[in-house]
């Protein structure tokens, strides 16, 4: 194999488990330093650096990072990020001094923000300290998007909300609230210097069976979702099927718990491990005894009499039809009663309000065209962003979609290429102290992850808005922060010190160091001291070395950043040094200074 | 050193043995060496040794003197019986464990200091016995524990770290084994793992005195620039002469041979040693021929490593002095002891 190229910022990056998978690259071991500190105010801010709303995201991101986390690679479970994540927004002190501010003098460019969901909110976010008039329409009554008008109270209370979004909007955003656009042309018409379009996917699916209109008592997810939310919606039967295996219907059988629902149950029509919904959402769901009925495949709402009763559903079982596709068998059928039906089987963007002939492409799906970099739709201007560029997804992408589309925006609206963007930069540190002392906590701690704690069974279902997750106690983050690698501490190399004594591969306790004759990748993978099979994950490979001409190679897989290798050499050849992403927002882009009418 | 201990971290798709164990529970305490200590690697090499014969630890006994290198047995197999005994007499107290305890491995570790300064008679009459064990020479040219002075395997014009010359000539002990009756001769370097843990896995298992001089520098006292004992001068003057592959009982020779010159030796318990000589002329039976063949590449300044000499057949001290099959601690107390009357009885022969 070629030497590695560490220059490449990707490569320590991705070292970085969980920022990697974060949408938003946060810096996930950096906050969970300054928690370990105490430092609750600073992890704060470094979170809403990237990922603009903490203390929502810290309560219902979809956490894409946990997943990904090296921790679950040692052992079964990885560090709760996202409980830690709460910690910071819990703990922080008052941090409204600390928060961008717009300058005393706009730049002169008008910007129009469509829909007030976390998109929007977060191009308006990096947008208002550069200057610009922001001007939000949003359809309903209330910020949020669906972060208010679905994700349920008793998972994210409504102050956590304003909070984050006052936050932005009191930076001098103009909030239009009850002001759905109706017409992409004429909003064209007031002469915006860029819009961006954060509406979502705002339609819920429907599901065309007998008997779908023959009833009031079948509801639509995200509608019924939003009714509840506003408070249009205080009841729901006794009886309840939802059908879906979704995030959706997770929310909206917990949700009908808290409405008077006492036979709540999930109808998925896939096997356990190919629901969409995340498996805490289904443990959460579990919890509070609603029953998730797998290989059910809904076929008749049964009326009688103008009434609903009932559903029948066909049972299957799931067969690889050969090419890879799952194919349904049914095995027999069955009838289970109901009073209501909710349906959460899933969104679709849906744009009524924009012309078909201003510009923009729709491609076959009628979805608009956007590319991929820099979220620009086909008509130079309009930006799009969230679940309404490329289906629907979560929070923490909608904030990455944000980001970028407020770079492209910044640089339109001064003229300059949107493909021409700052590059993704690295720094690096040695952390080393003194001898055998290190800036970080590189001790392995052996502790299991902690587990969140929720509210009684018994109270919790006793007001809509009683908030489960009570947050991590203070014993609680003190032994999860601990287990947090310190991934971006990296291992840094020096082939030209090194006098190959074998030092750092008999002390790694993973096993991740070896000192072999180069080879083809593959090869290379099998000869090491623990076979590297974890293909997705890097090898490291040095220069030839100074006194044998073979190579180190470092598998980067199970690496726990302990130091001791650092520790062990006699020549320093191996440091550990901390990597800090420089991530490119708007106002890190140089864009020149807008001329100004005089007076 | 270092200043946490390497933790221990049972991660997914960690290697086990027939014993169900990891090499971690082949491990022992934190070493207090200092980092990059060639010591340190040959623990780690014997640490896999044990853990891939799948030895039960608690089946060792592990022996040392004094020095950093009779430190090491500190630092592997933390649940096998251990002495350290006082400089230069490991052999001594290695022969009286042996003598009541037949049926344990035995492993010394002593220092170029321990075995060829102080200790060199005690090693001498080791070999002469045939005690079996096996016996490592953790050699670096130096006293490290005591900060650095010559030992006795320092070579003639070999510089200290303040410059002072070396000029008595060494004591190598690979040919001082061949002399005082070795029944296992082999030269190997902590910086060479390959070679040293077929080496180390046959010296466990031969029957008899399995003497490994390792060449292990001292990376404080001994690995600078005039040194012939520094990393660096190892490997550029290193010349391996016999490669030995080590091939537990009951499984098959796969590797392909392809240059002819292989000798396969069969010790006493099924496992076999494929010896591949490099140097094709080379005879592993031959002790005058080793002897000779030493002496002219030291005239070459090179470094001949490998198993340079081996003798299954020699009797060791337990088949010499007759003694009973079984460890003194099966044997009932009423046999072991017969009573002040017998003891009479047998004093009265010797009036
Ligand atoms: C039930 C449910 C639960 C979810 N749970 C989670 C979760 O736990 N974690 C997570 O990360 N994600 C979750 N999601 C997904 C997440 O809510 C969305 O991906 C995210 O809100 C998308 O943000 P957005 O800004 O693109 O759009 P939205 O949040 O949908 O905001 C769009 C806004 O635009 C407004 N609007 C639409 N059309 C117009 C118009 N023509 N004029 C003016 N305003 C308009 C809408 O009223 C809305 O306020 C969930 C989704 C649902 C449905
Ligand atoms: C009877 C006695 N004499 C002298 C010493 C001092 N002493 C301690 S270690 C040592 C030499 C050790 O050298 P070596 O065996 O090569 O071990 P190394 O430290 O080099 O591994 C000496 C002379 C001692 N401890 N006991
Ligand atoms: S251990 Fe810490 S730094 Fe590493 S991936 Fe997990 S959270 Fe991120
Ligand atoms: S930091 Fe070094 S010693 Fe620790 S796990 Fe990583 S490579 Fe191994
Ligand atoms: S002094 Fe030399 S022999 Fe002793 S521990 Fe240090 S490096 Fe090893
Ligand atoms: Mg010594």
């Known amino acids: 194999m070629k030497p590695t190229d560490t220059s490449n910022p990707d490569y320590f990056h991705k070292v970085v488990d969980c920022q990697w998978a974060c949408p938003a690259h946060t810096n996930v071991p950096e906050y969970i330093r300054l928690i370990a500190q105490g430092r609750n105010a600073d992890a704060y801010m470094l979170n809403r650096d990237s990922n603009v709303f903490p203390g929502i995201l810290g309560r219902v991101c979809d956490r894409p990072c946990e997943p990904a986390c090296r921790r679950g690679r040692i052992e079964d479970k990885p560090v709760a990020i996202c409980r830690l994540k709460r910690v910071a927004a819990d703990l922080s002190e008052d941090i409204r001094d600390r928060l961008p501010r717009a300058p005393a003098k706009a730049n002169g460019k008008k910007i129009a923000l469509i829909g007030a969901g976390c998109a929007s909110l977060t191009v308006a976010n990096d947008l208002l300290p550069l200057g610009y008039e922001v001007v939000i329409y949003e359809k309903l009554g209330e910020t949020g998007g669906l972060m208010r008008s679905n994700i349920p109270r008793f998972r994210l209370p409504p102050a956590v909300l304003d909070t984050e979004i006052n936050a932005i909007i009191d930076m001098g955003a103009e909030l239009r609230l009850n002001s759905p656009v109706e017409s992409m042309k004429s909003l064209l018409d007031e002469g915006y210097d860029a819009i961006f379009v954060g509406s979502g996917a705002p339609h819920g699916k429907n599901l065309e069976l007998p008997g779908r209109y023959d009833t009031d008592r079948i509801h639509i997810g995200i509608a019924w979702l939003e009714s509840v939310a506003f408070e249009h919606v205080d009841s729901i039967g006794e009886t309840v099927l939802i059908i879906g295996g979704g995030n959706t219907a997770m929310d909206c059988c917990r949700s009908s718990l808290r409405l008077g629902g006492k036979d709540v149950k999930v109808m998925a029509r896939k096997p356990r491990n190919l629901l969409k919904a995340s498996d805490w959402e289904l443990e959460d769901a579990e919890e509070e005894q609603v029953e998730i009925l797998l290989n059910h495949s809904p076929e008749e709402f049964v009326i009688d009499k103008g009434k609903l009763v009932g559903m029948k559903f066909a049972r299957v079982e799931w067969h690889d039809d050969g090419s890879g596709r799952l194919k349904a068998k049914t095995l027999d059928h069955i009838v289970l009663p109901c009073d209501d039906v909710i349906l959460a089987i899933g969104q679709e963007n849906a744009f009524p309000w924009i012309e078909r002939d201003i510009g923009l492409e729709f491609d076959q799906w009628d979805v608009p065209v956007v590319d991929e970099v820099t979220y620009q739709s086909a008509r130079p201007g309009i930006f799009f962003g969230g679940d309404s560029a490329f289906g629907p997804k979560n929070i923490i992408w909608a904030v990455e979609h944000g980001h970028q589309a407020a770079i492209s925006m910044h640089k339109y609206c001064h003229s300059q290429s949107m493909t021409d963007r700052l590059p993704y930069g690295v720094n690096l540190a040695s952390t080393k102290m003194s001898i055998h002392e290190w800036s970080y906590s590189n001790d392995f701690d052996p502790a299991e992850r902690r587990l969140m704690p929720h509210v009684s069974l018994q109270e919790r279902f006793k007001k809509l808005d009683i908030e489960v997750e009570l947050g991590f106690t203070f014993d609680q983050t003190v032994t999860e922060v601990e287990r947090c690698l310190n991934c971006d501490i990296q291992t840094v190399f020096s082939t030209k010190l090194c006098i190959e004594c074998d030092a750092c591969i008999d002390i790694c306790p993973v096993d991740c160091l070896t000192i072999t004759h180069n080879g083809e990748e593959v090869d290379l993978r099998g000869r090491l001291r623990a076979p590297a099979e974890n293909l997705e994950q890097d090898l490291y490979v040095s220069e030839g070395l100074p006194q044998t001409g073979r190579v180190m190679v470092k598998d980067e897989n199970l690496c726990v950043h302990c130091g001791l290798c650092a520790e062990r050499c006699p020549t320093a050849a191996w440091d550990m040094q901390k990597s800090d992403l420089v991530i490119p927002y708007a106002s890190d882009e140089p864009v020149c200074p807008t001329k100004r009418k005089a007076g | ?351």
Do not use: W
Not at chain 2, 10 to 39: F, I, P, V, W
Not at chain 2, 83 to 103: F, L
Not at chain 2, 224 to 231: A, Q
């Open chain 2, 1 to 351: 050193m270092s200043f946490i201990r390497k933790p221990n971290i049972a991660y997914k798709g960690q290697r086990t043995n027939a014993l169900g164990l990891s090499m971690r529970d082949y491990e022992g305490g934190m070493s207090t060496l200092c980092a990059g200590c060639g010591h340190d690697s040959i623990t780690s090499a014997l640490v896999q040794a044990f853990f891939e014969l799948d030895i039960e630890p608690h089946r060792v006994a592990k022996l040392s003197g004094i020095g950093c290198s009779s430190k090491t047995p500190a630092y592997f197999l933390s649940t096998a019986h251990g002495i350290n005994t006082v400089h230069g007499r490991m052999p001594a107290v290695a022969t009286g464990a042996n003598a009541a305890a037949r049926d344990l491995y035995y492993i010394g570790v002593s220092g170029d200091g321990d075995s060829l300064s102080i200790g060199l008679g005690q090693f001498a009459h080791a070999m002469r016995r045939n005690l079996h064990m096996l016996y490592l020479i953790e050699n670096n040219g130096v006293y490290g524990l005591t900060k650095g002075q010559f030992s006795a395997s320092a070579d003639l014009g070999t510089k200290a770290k303040k410059g002072e010359v070396n000029e008595q000539p060494p004591i190598d002990p690979v040919k001082a084994a061949l002399a005082f009756g070795g029944s296992f001769v082999a030269r190997a370097f902590s910086g060479d793992k390959d070679q040293l843990l077929p080496l180390l896995k046959a010296g466990l298992k031969h029957k008899g005195f399995a003497m490994i001089d390792v060449l292990s520098p001292c990376v404080t006292f001994n690995d600078h620039e005039d040194s012939t004992k520094s990393y660096a001068h190892t490997r550029q003057f290193y010349h391996p002469a016999v490669h030995t592959d080590f091939i537990p009982p009951a499984e098959a020779i796969t590797i392909n041979y392809a240059e002819g010159d292989v000798v396969t030796v069969e010790l006493h318990d099924g496992s076999k040693l494929v010896l591949c000589k490099v140097q094709p002329s080379y005879d592993p039976h031959d002790r005058a021929a080793a002897l000779s063949y030493l002496e002219k590449s030291e005239a070459k300044g090179e470094i001949v490593t490998g198993l340079l000499y081996i003798d299954e057949n020699r009797s060791t001290m337990h088949a010499v002095n007759n003694s009973a099959v079984k460890p003194l601690r099966e044997i009932p107390y009423e046999d072991l002891n017969p009573g002040a009357a017998k003891l009479v009885e047998l004093q009265s022969r010797y009036r």
